[in-house]
């Protein structure tokens, strides 16, 4: 199993700004994901977070929006940049210890939320 | 592409009466079927997966689902609710990579006493 830990827990934001979010795994993972969580709306996948590499974003998401880290097997980072009320939602990173979900259990933090004001 | 759909947004059940929450999917081989729970402030808890073999899976917390191709649904039961099982409820299925999981809106189950 992996517990996933994530800081903030919660933040309030002024538009144009950029806030970081960080993600830490008890154990090494070799998958690292992040998702957006929309007030009334399903999870949806924003990026892999690939250690020793560029992330794979989804369609519809872009790095400089959000440019993700992931200097090691246990830590990942997610910045929204210039936020707009738009951005506001629970940001979620989750880990997959090895293998895929068909292989493996995937877990996930409790998440952040985030209101732009 | 791969969809998950959950018909009902909310629902709300006495407590110690059964439950049934509803997932339909989009897929186009064999599905990997998930069901998830997110209590308030916490992250979401992996209650049961279908990946083959008997179509009737026992999960954590007594809750079992049925997967059902005919009808390309993966239905979550529970014969007794109890007022801590008031949570969202997430069906998810795989992206076919085996890389990441797709979800369906959630269900959002309250318990009445």
């Known amino acids: 199993s992996a517990v996933i830990s994530q800081k903030p827990s919660r933040d309030i934001c002024q538009r144009g700004t950029s806030l970081t979010i960080q993600c830490q795994v008890d154990s090494q993972v070799t998958m690292m994901f992040w998702y957006r969580q929309q007030p009334g709306q399903s999870l949806t996948l924003i990026a892999t977070?690939?250690?020793?590499?560029?992330?794979?974003?989804e369609s519809g998401f872009v790095i400089d929006k959000f440019p993700i880290s992931r200097p090691n097997l246990t830590f990942s980072t997610l910045t929204v940049s210039n936020m707009s009320p738009e951005d506001s939602s629970i940001y979620l990173c989750?880990?997959?210890?090895?293998?895929?979900?068909?292989?493996?259990?995937?877990?996930f933090g409790p998440g952040t939320r985030l209101t732009v004001l | 592409a791969q969809s998950v759909t959950q018909p009902d947004i909310h629902i709300t059940v006495s407590e110690g009466a059964s439950l049934e929450l509803r997932c339909n999917y989009s897929y186009g081989a064999t599905p990997y079927l998930f069901w998830y729970v997110q209590s308030p402030g916490q992250g979401l808890q992996l209650l049961l997966k279908y990946f083959s073999g008997d179509t009737l899976v026992q999960g954590i917390k007594g809750f079992e689902a049925e997967f059902k191709r005919s009808q390309s649904s993966f239905n979550l039961r529970k014969p007794s609710v109890h007022w801590s099982d008031a949570a969202e409820y997430f069906c998810a299925v795989d992206n076919q990579a085996g890389t990441a999981l797709i979800f369906g809106k959630g269900t959002t189950l309250s318990v009445s006493s």
């Open positions: 977070a690939n250690q020793g590499s560029e992330a794979t974003y």
């Open positions: 989750s880990a997959l210890p090895r293998g895929g979900v068909r292989d493996n259990e995937q877990f």
